[in-house]
C-alpha cells in the first residue's frame, strides 16, 4: 500500500522466534492476538524436534501458515489512522487482489496464474513488519529492507525449497517492478485501494480525496487506467 | 464451512439488484455497509448505459469486485455465533487458503494453480447468500441451489465471458467434489477453520472442541491429512 499507508505489530511474536533478526524490533505496536502466534509458533518448535521428515513438512507449513494469520489480524493502517470503522485486514486486501487478477483479460505477455499468485503473497511480509506508513517516518530503502529481510526469515520457516523460492521471486519482482505481471499488479494494489476508498466513502459518509489524488495518473497498465477511470466515474456520480 | 458454520446478510444489496431473483430475499440479516454496496452498484447501472463497448468491460469488472466487497464485510458466521472477538472475514479465510495451495507441494493429477483458483473462488457466491449455517435450518439442497442462483448472478454481472464460465466451472466442481483438485482444496477449507480455531482458542481461552470434532476423520488427501494431524498435534501440546 505504498500510496496509501498501514500500521501494528506483534512484540511477542517476534521476541518469540529465536532466529529473526534484532532489526525487526522496531518501535511497533502489540495486537491483541500477538500472544496466540507466539504460542503457535512455540508448540511448533517443540513438535518439530521429534517428527519425522514427513511431518517437518507440514510442520514448516503449519508455521508458516501460524505466522500468516497476522495477515488476518493486522488492520489495514491507511484507514485505521483516518478513523475507518471495523477496516478491512492485509489479507482482505490481498483476496480481493487476487481477484481482481483471477478476472482480468488476457494480455499480451502477461501470465495470469502467475499475477494471482503475485496479488496474495505482495504484502505477505506485513505479517512480520506489520504496515508501515510514509507517517511511520521509516525511509522507503529502511522498509524495503525490513521486508526484505522478514521474507527471507518466512522462506526459511517454510524450508526453503521450491515454494520459498517461488513466493520470494513473486516478492521481489514485485518490489522492482521487474515484470510485466508486477506492473499489473502494482497497479491492481492501487485500485483495490481506491476502490476500497470509495466503499467506505460511500458507506461511512468520509471524503478520502488523499487516496485518490496519491494514486491519480499514477496507473501504468491499461487494465489498471481503465478500471481506475470506472472507480473516479462512479464516485463523480456520487456527488 | 459445510463443517463448520456461517452467517448474514445484505437486504438492502439484494433488492438493489433488480434481476436478482425473488428466491435469494429470504430471511437474512442486513448488514451494516449494505448500503455501500447497494449504492455502489446502483452508480454502476447509470454510468454503464452510457459507456463504450472497453468501459462496459471495466464496468462489469467494478460491479462484480463491489459485489464481493460483502466478502470482507462479512464475518464467518461460525466464530460470530460462538461471540469469538473480531472474527474473521470470509475473505480472510479463503485467503490464507490460497496460501495454502501455493505453498503445497506438488501432488500427482493436481494442478496447484487451479487449487489456487478455486481457493480464492469456492465461497464467493457468499458475497450474495451469506454465510448459512446448520443452525440456520436450510436443508443442504437449498443452501446448494442458492448459492448456484447468487453463482450464475455473479457470472452474468462479469459479462457470462471465458472468465465467469472459469470461476462458473471451478465453483461446481468444488461442490461436487469432482476433481483431485476439489478434494484437496475441500481439505484445505477444513484445515483452514480448524487452524483457525486453534488460534482462536490459544488467543482468547476459549473451548472450540466442536470444530475439531466434526472434521475428525473427514480429510481425504495426504496433505489434508498430514497438515490436519499437525496442528491437533499442536493442539495437544498445548493442553
Not at 7 to 28: D, E, M, T
Not at 86 to 92: K, L, M, T, V, Y
Not at 105 to 126: L, T
Request: aromatic share 6%.
Amino acid at each position: 500500500m505504498s500510496s496509501g499507508s498501514r500500521v501494528l505489530f506483534c512484540k511477542s511474536l517476534l521476541s518469540s522466534i529465536p532466529s529473526l533478526p534484532a532489526a525487526y524490533r522496531f518501535n511497533s505496536l502489540a495486537s491483541s492476538s500477538s500472544a496466540s502466534a507466539s504460542r503457535v509458533f512455540k508448540m511448533s518448535a517443540d513438535s518439530s524436534s521429534t517428527s519425522s521428515p514427513s511431518d517437518t513438512s507440514a510442520s514448516s507449513a503449519i508455521d508458516f501458515l501460524s505466522l500468516c494469520h497476522r495477515l488476518k489480524t493486522t488492520k489495514r493502517a491507511g484507514w485505521v489512522k483516518r478513523g475507518i470503522q471495523d477496516p478491512e485486514s492485509i489479507g482482505d486486501h490481498m483476496y480481493r487482489m487476487g481477484l481482481m487478477a483471477l478476472i482480468s483479460s488476457d494480455m499480451p505477455g502477461v501470465n495470469r496464474d502467475k499475477c494471482i499468485k503475485m496479488a496474495i503473497v505482495h504484502d505477505i511480509a506485513e505479517a512480520i513488519v506489520g504496515d508501515i506508513t510514509p507517517s511511520d517516518g521509516v525511509p522507503k530503502e529502511e522498509k524495503s529492507r525490513r521486508e526484505q529481510e522478514a521474507l527471507d526469515h518466512m522462506c526459511k520457516l517454510l524450508g526453503g525449497g521450491p515454494r520459498a523460492k517461488e513466493i520470494h521471486e513473486l516478492w521481489r519482482e514485485y518490489e522492482e517492478a521487474s515484470s510485466e505481471e508486477a506492473k499489473v499488479v502494482k497497479d491492481f494494489d492501487k485500485v483495490e485501494m481506491i476502490l476500497q476508498a470509495l466503499e467506505y466513502e460511500t458507506d461511512q459518509g468520509r471524503n478520502l480525496e488523499e487516496f485518490f489524488q496519491s494514486t491519480a495518473g499514477k496507473f501504468q497498465t491499461d487494465v489498471g487506467k481503465a478500471w481506475a477511470a470506472e472507480i473516479a466515474s462512479r464516485r463523480k456520480t456520487k456527488e
